[in-house]
C-alpha cells in the first residue's frame, strides 16, 4: 500500500507543470493574461487601427496637393501642347508647384478643415454619418449647402483666383515690387474673370457637394484630384508664360502704332 501510494506521488511530481490542470492554475494564467492586455493603453490600439490618412491628414493632402499640381501642368504641356521634356517650361512649372504647396495645401486646409469645422458646427459631426443618416440629418445638410455656397461665392472669386494670379506675377514677373504683383495679377484676373468664373461654377458646384458630405480626413485629398483636373484647365488656358509676354509685346507695338500714326513718335 505504501509503495503504491509513493509511486502516484512521483507520478505526480514528474509532471510539468504544464501538464498540470488546476482551477487554481487556470485563474492565475488568465489573470495574467487580462493584465498584461489592460497594460496596453486603449489609445495603442486605437492609433495603430487608423489609417495615414487618419494619422496624418495635413501631410498627406499637402502632398498630394503639391505633387498634383505639378503633374497636371507637366502632362498639359506634354500631352496637349505636345513638348518633349526637354522643352517643358519649367518656370510655369514652377508656379504650380509653389501655388500647390503654399496655397491649395496650406491656406485650403487652413480654410476647410480648421475654420469650416469652427464656422459650421455639424460638420464633424455630420461627415462621419452614412448617407441614410445624412438625409436625415436637417442641420447637417443646411451647414454642407452653406459650405459649398462659401466656396463658390466667397472663396474661388475672392481668394483664390487673385491669389493664383498673383503668385503668377511673383514667378514670372520683372517687377519686385509686391503691389506691382498684386495688381498686374488682379487686372489679369478681371479680364478673365467672366470665362474662369463659368468654368468654376461648372466644375467644383458638384464637387463641393460631394466634399464637404465625405469624412474630413479624405475630404482634402478629394478636393486635390478633382483638382488635377482644375489645374490642367488652368494650366491650358491661363499658365503659359510666353503667351502673356506675346500680349504685352502686342500692346506695347499697338501704342507705338497709335502714336506714330499721331505724329508724336
Known amino acids: 500500500m505504501l509503495a503504491s501510494r509513493f509511486l502516484s506521488f512521483q507520478r505526480v511530481i514528474g509532471r510539468s507543470p504544464q501538464t498540470i490542470s488546476s482551477p487554481l492554475v487556470r485563474r492565475?494564467?488568465?489573470a495574467a493574461t487580462e493584465n498584461s492586455t489592460a497594460s496596453i493603453p486603449t489609445s495603442a490600439f486605437n492609433a495603430n487601427s487608423k489609417s495615414f490618412a487618419e494619422r496624418h491628414p495635413f501631410a498627406l493632402q499637402l502632398g498630394v496637393a503639391t505633387a498634383k499640381t505639378s503633374a497636371?501642368?507637366?502632362?498639359v504641356q506634354i500631352v496637349v501642347e505636345k513638348k518633349t521634356p526637354q522643352e517643358i517650361d519649367y518656370k510655369r512649372n514652377?508656379?504650380?508647384v509653389v501655388f500647390g504647396f503654399v496655397y491649395l495645401g496650406g491656406f485650403q486646409y487652413w480654410l476647410m478643415v480648421k475654420k469650416f469645422s469652427k464656422w459650421f458646427p455639424t460638420r464633424t459631426r455630420f461627415s462621419k454619418l452614412t448617407l441614410s443618416e445624412k438625409l436625415k440629418d436637417t442641420a447637417g445638410m443646411i451647414d454642407a449647402l452653406k459650405m459649398?455656397?462659401?466656396d463658390i461665392f466667397v472663396h474661388l472669386p475672392l481668394i483664390y483666383?487673385?491669389?493664383y494670379y498673383t503668385c503668377k506675377e511673383i514667378v514670372t514677373g520683372t517687377s519686385w515690387n509686391p503691389l506691382d504683383w498684386v495688381r498686374d495679377g488682379c487686372s489679369k484676373y478681371w479680364a478673365n474673370k467672366e470665362e474662369d468664373l463659368t468654368a468654376m461654377v461648372k466644375l467644383w458646384g458638384p464637387s463641393d457637394?460631394?466634399?464637404?458630405s465625405m469624412p474630413i480626413h479624405i475630404s482634402m485629398p478629394f478636393r486635390h484630384m478633382v483638382s488635377f483636373f482644375w489645374t490642367a484647365y488652368v494650366s491650358f488656358t491661363r499658365g503659359s508664360v510666353s503667351?502673356?509676354?506675346e500680349l504685352e509685346k502686342a500692346k506695347v507695338e499697338s501704342v507705338k502704332r497709335r502714336l506714330s500714326t499721331s505724329g508724336d513718335l
Open 28 to 30: 492565475s494564467t488568465n
Open 72 to 75: 497636371a501642368d507637366a502632362m
Open 94 to 96: 514652377a508656379i504650380f
Open 148 to 150: 459649398v455656397a462659401f
Open 161 to 163: 483666383f487673385p491669389s
Open 209 to 212: 457637394c460631394i466634399q464637404f
Open 243 to 245: 503667351v502673356d509676354e
